[in-house]
């Protein structure tokens, strides 16, 4: 029942609680307060920090999104393999409820240190900056972030990467930058994974392009099999080129 | 459902304010949520009912104000008003369009006492 005198939802009369118990009508102790504030300013504050801390040592952050099972985890351990020795790496790995990916990459040598996120749906700035201080990545280190499997949430959520890449593969539909915009729309570069497939699927490669583009004029695409290999040379361009601007005095 | 965080960065908000401002509970919350910033309104007002229970916003109203997705048409050299991130001038149906309005995501204002 409402308090009729205020209509505060209290169940009974009352006469207020201000310091002289006085609550007249239409004297209504509430008031305004005028915000205007993002409500991801508190992450975008701790995505900041992480920046300044990556680029001080020089750490190419890249935050890799894609849906599950588009072989993400796959093409990370294969490009943490072939880079073995090259340059300096770590993982941060968002994962719902199990370990089996961070061991998966933890199997190839490279440092990585799981987030597990419950029943959340995507890594956030302050749980990254977290992982970071538990990682201590190496200065020019090459740092990969797994975020959960999925292309809604982890859109709006900036971790201090310098680089959003969204990793779509060609068994899933070529329709899907329409489907969740926002992630084509965030991301620098897409991954089109599992070309070797093509052959076997109804999948219009030019026409999925041009869908992303269309959402996201400045995209950059990158097609291959982090299966058989093919095209993954490009990739490791694509990261040598990004790592060196991303060196101090770059 | 990252709804539910977002309610929580709203809580984070309030708590913050409550403390500068010397409030102690809030009635009414105001938020601004544009057509292009991926949030379901329906889904809004149910993680803001569970995420404020028991907290100085226990009960609070929200209100969304929804802001209309803009951009602007290269071609048609004016402001357009869009549904959607992919969609095309509604004028002369072409791409790409500059996005300039739609993506907020914004506390406005709050009643508290």
Redesign the interface.
Known sequence: MMCTVCG??EGVHHYG?GPAHAHAPGL????????????????DEYAAANRRRLAERGILALNLVSSPGSGKTTLLTRTLTDLAGRWPMAVIEGDQQTSQDAERIRATGVKAVQINTGK???L?AHMVGHALERLEPEAGSLLFIENVGNL??P???DLGEAHKVVILSVTEGEDK??KY??MF?AADLMILNKTDLLPHLQFDVERCIG?A???N?RLEVLRLSATTGEGMEAWYQWLNASRRLAAPGA | ??EM??CE??L??LEA?AEQ?G?RRV?VVR?EIGA???VEPEAMRFGFEVVMKGTLAD?ARLEIIELPGRAWCLCCGESVEIG???DPCPKCGG??LQITGGEE?????????
């Open positions: 505060c939802g609680l209504s102790q509430a008031r305004m307060v005028r915000i205007e504030q993002d409500i991801l300013a508190k992450n959340g749906c995507h956030d809604v949430c859109a709006g959520f930058p329409l915009p926002d729309h869908y583009r269309r959402v004029p | 459902m990252h965080s977002l960065g709203v984070q908000l304010h401002e409030f009635k938020l292009l910033a991926g009960g959607q991130r992919f791409f790409p995501l914004r506390v406005k204002e709050l009643e508290v006492e």
